[in-house]
């Protein structure tokens, strides 16, 4: 299904069938993938067609629901966790959402359990949209401090996807700008890029024109040069994983736009509905950093003159690629946590007082 | 002229013509140009033909000769002075080269104007390579530093491509790299791409391989990764300009890396001739930062797979984009200079004392 402009949801359900955004077609092309069976998900995960933090979460609990509307034993409920679970390492919330699934599954006899395991997935899927637009309204309020003290737009940078595609509606980091935008704040966003696989260039960027938001376009490594330019108010990003300690890990770069941010004093916060936070990770040590294929940086993919899509090879026949999709920021660098129950410091006491065990 | 693979030089006299590698085309061919004209030599550098500080201010006292050799009135050589000038604003070793050929030149009648230029541009040419033959081994004793404490290869990053592909020969941060290897020194060398024009990916890491240094691709975004995780020991790039004071203007993205350096407490060193210091420019604030086509960053160009070289858009349509090519380091950041002259500290009595006014 290509160019239903509708859309409102990354994730949903369509009859017996699950329907994603397939987002390895963006900017160019608006692409719905159907997923008809848990095998479906699994790909859709591991392949990225489906991708962010709290999205993959939503993305495992449709899938189990897949799995039990086929078959529900107690075998194929764990055939189903252990595949899903195996599907991505670093985000947090594949975990935390399939360990909830399995707690209120796991007590139902396997007739019932097709129809809880959907209920659930729509359960979750209204609680990321509510969760991330509780942190739209508390990240809007500290958009609104700045541009209280300034006469021109509020200059805003983030890396990588952490909108709406990334959950199931509003976004991480993109939500508090969406609700600003709403509210009449005048703003305007930096987007990183994201090499290897561009998610800032084709899915911020094209969220954020979607919706009318002034942003502009950079490569990764411009951050430095806006920081010290006094080009940036507020960096806000999103988070894979947040350890107990306040360590982040996020999109590979984050770091360096933390010490930057730090550099120039700028506040640099962790956009983050509590899913996403993993107090059993004592600090950034304890988060897998996953490594992808080196196909993402050698070639990349865009739209040729005459309209196609297709991949161009960047790097030398020989070259040696490696390829970690995230990286730590100590907790030290991060101003706070814009969750959905508020703006909390990035500091071992505050974050167990705020996320639940 | 395409593949020539005796090439040693990236410029050098063909008979009255010019020859340069044409490092668009890198590294998937192996391109030489022929300039015929002081206008090929300005489309060759303003458009990026050739690149690299030393390499466009030897580059440009070429474009001068071919000028002389066509009419060398005081007018044909400030036309050719003030048209080479313009071509690119941060590197000053364009000035710093132009400068002295004015000086040279002026004071000869028209009619030697010509032969000396050309003897000028070749002893430029040879003064470049000697300086980097240099800095490669005063460099070299900082890799054997590290070898002589760790029992594996040492582990350099660099950004962007301060190889012989930017000067003449040897190259700056890579010089050090080539004498090591040449020693028998174990080393492996991290290459980031450098978005937006790939300059690491397609010319760093294709010289290394062709010289049989081992070095591994990765993401601008990685440095920080990297160095956090301990899988760097020494950091070295090159410079476009230094200030007086010590401030580093180099491809956009160096200061992350160097904030990351010193985050990990790994040195971060500058490999420079003093051909690219300025002592007129008291900071990096006085160093103009060039802003570039956003088509370098909508538009990324690689190797199809039918071996075409095409370019793919990985933009939205409508979003804006900003390109600046290069960002500045404060001194305070930078463990020292590797110059041809010896290894001097970042700071302005230091750079002062080596460097001719």
């Known amino acids: 299904v290509v160019g239903q402009t509708n859309v409102k949801r990354t994730i949903w359900w369509d009859g017996q069938l699950v329907s994603v955004i397939d987002q390895r077609y963006l900017p160019h092309r608006l692409v719905v993938q159907r997923w008809r069976s848990v095998d479906d998900a699994i790909e859709g995960i591991r392949g990225m067609h489906v991708r962010g933090a709290p999205l993959i979460g939503v993305a495992a609990a449709h899938g189990v629901a897949l799995a039990m509307a086929s078959n529900a034993t107690d075998r194929d409920l764990d055939d189903a966790l252990g595949k899903l679970m195996s599907t991505r390492p670093t985000a947090v ?115 954020l024109a979607e919706r009318g938001v002034a942003h502009t376009v950079v490569v990764d ?79 990349v993919y865009g739209l040729t003159e005459n309209g196609h899509t297709t991949g161009v090879t960047v790097t030398p026949e020989g070259s040696a690629v490696r390829n970690w999709s995230f990286d730590v920021t100590p907790a030290r660098l991060v101003s706070g946590f814009i969750t959905e129950r508020g703006v909390i410091p990035a500091a071992p006491f505050a974050i167990a007082q705020t996320v639940p065990v």
Request: with cysteine.
């Open 221 to 299: 490594s411009a951050a430095g040069h806006l920081l010290r330019s006094g080009l940036v108010d507020l960096v806000i990003v999103g988070a894979d994983r947040v350890a107990a300690n306040g360590d982040v890990a996020n999109k590979i770069g984050t770091y360096l736009k933390a010490l930057a941010a730090r550099d120039s004093d700028v506040p640099f916060y962790v956009a983050a509905p509590t899913s996403s936070f993993d107090v059993r990770a004592a600090t950034g040590e304890d988060i897998p950093i996953e490594e992808r294929s080196s196909t993402e940086v050698t070639k």
């Open 93 to 207: 919330n594949l975990r935390n959402v399939l360990e909830r699934v399995d707690r209120e599954l796991r007590r139902r006899p396997p007739e019932l359990r097709a129809a809880s395991a959907r209920v659930l997935a729509e359960s979750l899927a209204d609680e990321d949209a509510e969760d991330c637009r509780a942190i739209g309204e508390i990240g809007a309020r500290l958009i609104r401090d700045v541009a209280d003290r300034v006469a021109r737009p509020v200059q805003i940078l983030t890396h990588c996807n952490a909108g709406w595609l990334a959950c199931v509606e509003w976004g991480t980091a993109t939500a508090p700008m969406y609700v600003a935008q709403e509210r009449g704040l005048p703003l305007h966003v930096w987007v990183s890029e994201t090499r290897p696989r561009n998610q800032g260039a084709a899915l911020t960027a094209w969220e």
